[in-house]
C-alpha cells in the first residue's frame, strides 16, 4: 500500500503499524518523533497505530549538537 512519509508517497507492507514502519527504517527509535495524519503520537501509541493507504506521516529525528 501507498503511504506519504515526509511528503514523498512510499510503498509499505500490509498490515503495518507506525512502530513496524518506524523499526524498518532503521533509525534508532528514541531518536523519532512522530506525526500520523496530523495528530502527534507518543511513542506508547506507536505500536497500537495501524497505517491506511494514503495515510500521511511525518517523521522527525532528533540529534544533539550545538
Known sequence: MDIWLN???RQVATP???HGLM???GIPLP???VEHNG???RREEW???ALA???RLEVIRIV???
Open 16 to 18: 503495518q503499524t507506525v
Open 53 to 55: 493507504p494514503g495515510d
Open 31 to 33: 531518536t523519532l518523533l
Open 64 to 66: 544533539a549538537g550545538g
Open 23 to 25: 523499526e524498518s527504517l
Open 39 to 41: 495528530i502527534a503520537l
Open 47 to 49: 505500536k497500537d497505530s
Open 7 to 9: 511528503g514523498e508517497i
